[in-house]
Structure formats: C-alpha cells, structure tokens
C-alpha cells in the first residue's frame, strides 16, 4: 500500500470515527437503553470548631465512619474553665442581693429598729427635762446662759435622732424600693446570660459530626489555633448518593423525575444497584471538562443526578460509574419510578 492510500484510509476512519460521535449525540430519540456514564458523587460538609482556641485532641482519621453526635476533635479548655466558675459565682452573689431585696428587712432587724426608736425617745426626754431645769435656774441666776443654750442644743439633737430612728423602723417595715428590686433582677439576669454564654463556649469545645458520615480530610492538627473559619474536617454524607452525568440534547426527552436505572461500577461489575433520576438540570451547559474530546466540548448537554440506593455501602466519592435507563422516545420510563426526591437543588 502506497503513501496516498494510507493517507486515504487514516481519512476514511477518522470520518466514521467522527460521524459516530456526532451520531451519538445527535441520533433521534428511539426506544430502548439509554446509557450514560458519570462519577459518584456525596453531600459534603466542611467542620470548623464554633470558638478560638488551641486544638487539644484530633480523635478520628480519614476514611474513618462517624455517626452522628460523635466527638471528632477537642479545644484546650484551661482558659475557659476558670471563665466559667468566675461566672458561676458572680450569679450566686447577685442572686442572693436579688434575694435580700425581695424578702425586705427580717424581724430581728425590725425589732432593733423599734429598740433604736424607744432608747431616741428616752434620749430626747432626758434633754427635755434638762432643759427644763436649766430654764428654772436661769430665772433665779443659778445658771448661766450658756448653760441654757447647750441643754437647749442637747434636747434638739435628741429630737431629731427620734426622728432617723422613725424613718429607720418605717424603711425596715416596707422593705426595699420596687425600683432596687428591678434593677436587682435585671443586673442578674445579665449575669446570667453570660453565664450561658461561657458554659454554651465549654460545650463547644467538642466538636461533633453532624450527620453519620466518612472522614475525607483531616486538615487540622493537635497544637493547632482553631477558628470559626478554619475547617478541621472535610465530611462525606452516608445516606444520599448520586451519580452526576450530563445528557445531550437529543437524548434529553428520552428520561424523567422518577425514571428507573441501573447502576453499575468497575469494581463491582457483577453487582448493579437500583436508582432513579432524582434532578435533571433546566438549563444548557457546554460538555464539561471532565469529556476529554475536543469534539465533545462543544456539543450543549444537561446534568442529571441519579440517585442510587446503596444500602451496602460499596460505592466511594469520584468512583466511575455507568448508568442505564430503560425508555422511550416519549420520555416515560420503561419501568415503574422508584420512590424519592424528584427534584433536588443544585
């Protein structure tokens, strides 16, 4: 075979090759089986801690099966800690004002009150007396005016320590003002709120699976300063799992919300799953980059997730997988839908 026949030949084959392709995906709808290929995909989830503070303890590995509520990693707790009894005590003290205000004066310190009032009284009628008689001594010049003046000073003060002593006993039997009591209550309660705080920041200090998942990545170590921000873990969900293919538009009417599939791996060629289309995008994209032909990327093509039941647990994230779906050019499937969502945001 010459130069030009050969040169004729590689032509002929790369046209078929690519009148199959373009036939592919530009075939007419028809019954039948209706093959994609795609990857097995999982709901993640990133895990930061909800404070800041130094990484005690990272207690799971990749790979490793959490359930859900599980402790995954620990903070220092020795800052936190001393916070909280500060806390703890500060409440126990404004608790007990609180207390003091609301029962008012016991009775024991009311009956001092009274004592208080009766010895003022007995004070004050001694400097009334003495006034008297200093009076009487002045008339006859027995006494000097100073004298008068000072037992006249005596019997005021005694009557006005009678009259503090009254209103002692009168605040002693009503108790506290309304407004001590309020005030009272409301520094207690901001008290209390931040005692609620400090303990809700000691409980964070474990960090807890969210849903039961697979460990993906450990990207934080003991030692570590952790923070909202910062992730600890990359997450994989157990329950919900799909597989993402794209279909092209030709194909498009032959599938629907609910259509059965079979799904089939490379490790486990012998062992198809049941699942079903659970979302079919509404809108166009070009082939995505994962389709390593240049012919291909241009061609416009629509994700589908189909669902799989996987109660064996077999298939792992980025696994190959073909998918095939049984229907008709009239986009009903050629068994019964399966149970599940129908549509799923993206």
Do not use: C
């Not at 993640?44 to 503070?53: D, I, M, R, T």
């Not at 409440?91 to 009150?113: F, H, T, W, Y």
């Not at 300063?225 to 794209?246: E, N």
């Not at 079919?280 to 997730?305: C, G, M, N």
């Amino acid at each position: 075979m010459n130069k030009t026949a050969r040169i004729l030949l590689a032509v002929a084959l790369l046209a078929a090759l690519g009148g199959g392709v373009w036939w592919h995906f530009h075939r007419p709808a028809t019954g039948g089986e209706l093959t994609l290929y795609g990857d097995v995909d999982f709901r993640e989830a990133s895990v930061p801690f909800n404070g800041s503070e130094r990484i005690a303890e990272v207690l799971v590995e990749e790979g490793d099966a959490v359930h859900k509520g599980q402790v995954l990693a620990r903070l220092d707790t020795s800052r936190l800690l001393p916070q909280l009894a500060q806390a703890e005590a500060t409440v126990a003290a404004q608790k007990a004002v609180v207390d003091r205000l609301r029962n008012g004066s016991r009775p024991e310190e009311i009956a001092q009150a009274r004592a208080n009032l009766v010895s003022a009284k007995a004070d004050a009628e001694n400097a009334t007396l003495q006034l008297q008689r200093r009076k009487s001594l002045v008339a006859v010049s027995a006494a000097s005016q100073q004298d008068l003046d000072a037992a006249r000073a005596t019997a005021d003060v005694a009557a006005a320590k009678v009259a503090v002593q009254q209103n002692a006993l009168t605040l002693a039997v009503i108790g506290s003002r309304a407004e001590d009591i309020a005030q009272g209550e409301a520094q207690l309660q901001g008290y209390q709120a931040q005692l609620a705080l400090i303990r809700q920041q000691v409980a964070d200090v474990d960090l807890l699976a969210p849903f039961d998942a697979v460990v993906r990545s450990r990207l934080m170590e003991p030692g570590e300063m952790a923070s909202p921000g910062k992730p600890v873990f990359s997450l994989a969900t157990l329950g919900t799992k799909w597989v993402r293919t794209y279909v092209s538009e030709s194909d498009l009417g032959r599938l629907h919300s609910g259509s059965r599939a079979r799904i089939v791996t490379d490790s486990f060629p012998d062992r198809p799953l049941d699942g079903w289309v659970g979302f079919i995008s509404p809108v166009a994209e070009f082939t995505p980059k994962i389709v390593q032909t240049a012919d291909l990327r241009t061609s416009l093509v629509y994700e589908v997730r189909v669902f799989v039941d996987d109660t064996g647990n077999v298939l792992r994230l980025g696994m190959p997988a073909t998918v095939r779906i049984t229907a008709d050019g009239n986009g009903a499937a050629g068994v019964q839908a399966l149970p599940g969502p129908v549509q799923v945001p993206r």
